[in-house]
């Protein structure tokens, strides 16, 4: 399906905070049923269905995290951003970061290598391939940190790095695998070969699948917020710091 034009509308910030109610019933169950039927194909399901300040049109939550646009019977379906026109602000972008909050609190931070660097009173988990440059590009940034606790989940991604999960695994398997990983990320030096371990390299790549990460690497911050791909380092602590 083409996507469809911008659309513009002039809306609180954001929706889910507008104090608008849910779809009426009627309403929401024809969205329902119309888009998922109309895409079966795709197993497509419909998340929430809720109202926008926009006369006639609903906001809808497919599969948890993509946002469409569409009216009462489900004839159109819109394809875009909502952009806020008076305060410049683009409220699909912000609906789309709340539907993707991560709860820090329950990530498996013992299926993660640790680093403390200095207090360590900071602290960031971050999806991470052994053999994604811009994964190599971030450590460097964060080995020039002095108050940062680091959380590294392995996540290879076989289809770019075929001996990235066999390189995750020897790293975890070592008997310091936080000097391992630090020494191969940021020096080059792959530690010597070690028996395999019992390892969490296939639940940690199941992990970032399922919260939707299609790269390396992903930080994750304890407020619940997501960002994909290297940060230079003034940047870096910059966004570290404003989502504690």
Same mark, same amino acid.
């Given at each position: 399906?083409?996507?469809?034009?911008?659309?513009?509308? @002039?809306?609180?910030?954001?929706? &889910?905070?507008?104090?608008?109610?849910?779809?009426?019933? =009627?309403?929401?169950?024809?969205?329902?049923?119309?888009?998922?039927?109309?895409?079966?194909?795709?197993? +497509?399901?419909?998340? *929430?269905?809720?109202? #926008?300040?926009?006369?006639?049109?609903?906001?809808?939550?497919?599969?948890?995290?993509?946002?469409?646009?569409?009216?009462?019977?489900?004839?159109?379906?819109?394809?875009?951003?909502?952009?806020?026109?008076?305060?410049?602000?683009?409220? #699909?972008?912000?609906?789309?970061?709340?539907? =993707?909050?991560?709860?820090?609190?329950?990530?498996?931070?013992?299926?993660?290598?640790?680093?403390?660097?200095?207090?360590?009173?900071?602290?960031?988990?971050?999806?991470?391939?052994?053999?994604?440059? /811009?994964?190599?590009?971030?450590?460097?940034?964060? $080995?020039?940190?002095?108050?940062?606790?680091?959380?590294?989940?392995?996540?290879?991604? *076989?289809?770019?790095?075929?001996?990235?999960?066999?390189?995750?695994? !020897?790293? %975890?398997?070592?008997?310091?695998?936080?000097? $391992? %990983? +630090?020494? %191969?990320? !940021?020096?080059?030096?792959?530690?010597?070969?070690? $028996?395999?371990?019992?390892?969490?390299?296939?639940? #940690?790549? @199941?992990?970032?699948?399922?919260?939707? /990460? =299609?790269? #390396?690497?992903?930080?994750?911050?304890?407020?619940?917020?997501?960002? &994909?791909? /290297?940060?230079?380092?003034?940047? +870096?602590?910059?966004?570290? !710091?404003?989502?504690?």
């Amino acid at each position: 399906m083409k996507p469809t034009p911008l659309l513009l509308a @002039a809306l609180c910030l954001p929706l &889910a905070a507008c104090g608008k109610p849910a779809a009426d019933t =009627n309403a929401e169950r024809t969205i329902r049923a119309k888009l998922e039927k109309a895409y079966a194909g795709q197993n +497509l399901s419909v998340s *929430s269905v809720q109202e #926008t300040p926009a006369a006639g049109l609903y906001e809808v939550v497919l599969g948890g995290r993509q946002i469409v646009y569409t009216d009462a019977k489900a004839d159109y379906l819109l394809v875009g951003e909502m952009i806020d026109i008076a305060n410049k602000t683009n409220l #699909t972008e912000a609906r789309s970061e709340e539907l =993707n909050k991560i709860d820090f609190a329950a990530l498996p931070l013992d299926k993660a290598i640790k680093e403390v660097r200095g207090k360590g009173e900071l602290k960031v988990a971050v999806f991470s391939d052994p053999d994604c440059p /811009f994964c190599r590009k971030l450590e460097a940034e964060f $080995a020039k940190t002095d108050n940062l606790t680091i959380y590294t989940f392995l996540m290879p991604i *076989s289809s770019l790095h075929p001996q990235a999960a066999a390189k995750s695994v !020897r790293i %975890w398997c070592q008997p310091d695998r936080t000097a $391992a %990983w +630090l020494k %191969w990320m !940021r020096e080059g030096q792959m530690p010597p070969a070690v $028996a395999e371990c019992t390892n969490p390299v296939a639940d #940690t790549t @199941a992990l970032g699948e399922q919260l939707g /990460f =299609n790269g #390396t690497p992903t930080l994750v911050f304890p407020n619940g917020r997501t960002q &994909a791909g /290297f940060m230079p380092l003034p940047q +870096l602590m910059e966004t570290v !710091r404003e989502n504690q």
